[in-house]
């Protein structure tokens, strides 16, 4: 069993900062891209950020500039440092990861994690 726990959520005031830490633990071999998601109350889950194993990383537009994804692979984490936190950022922020436990599957494993939630006041 592969899981991932995120951490780092909280309440934070508008300005301020925030790191989330993502840990894939388990039957592991690889791992392909990770990435953040955020669902804010009401919204549909989307895309904030992702990664792959080679540190490749892809960050939407409009977070450009106050969002950094990084990656431990060592550790089989990921991190999503927020900087000038507004309101709007408020969400669920859940980690997502491509899992291969064992060498050479197809397809790999796609893991969810049970979330963050993130509190922006202004």
């Known amino acids: 069993q592969v899981q991932l726990v995120e951490s780092g959520g909280g309440l934070v005031q508008a300005g301020g900062s925030l790191r989330l830490s993502c840990a894939a633990s388990g039957r592991i071999f690889s791992i392909n891209t990770m990435a953040w998601y955020r669902q804010a109350p009401g919204k549909q889950r989307e895309l904030v950020a992702s990664?792959?194993?080679?540190?490749?990383?892809e960050l939407v537009d409009s977070l450009k500039g106050r969002f950094t994804i990084s990656r431990d692979n060592a550790k089989n984490t990921i991190y999503l440092q927020m900087n000038d936190l507004k309101p709007e950022d408020t969400a669920v922020y859940y980690c997502?990861?491509?899992?291969?436990?064992?060498?050479?599957?197809?397809?790999?494993?796609?893991?969810w994690g049970q979330g963050t939630q993130v509190t922006v006041s202004s």
């Open positions: 997502n990861a491509d899992v291969l436990r064992v060498q050479f599957q197809r397809p790999p494993t796609n893991i």
């Open positions: 990664i792959t194993s080679n540190g490749n990383a």
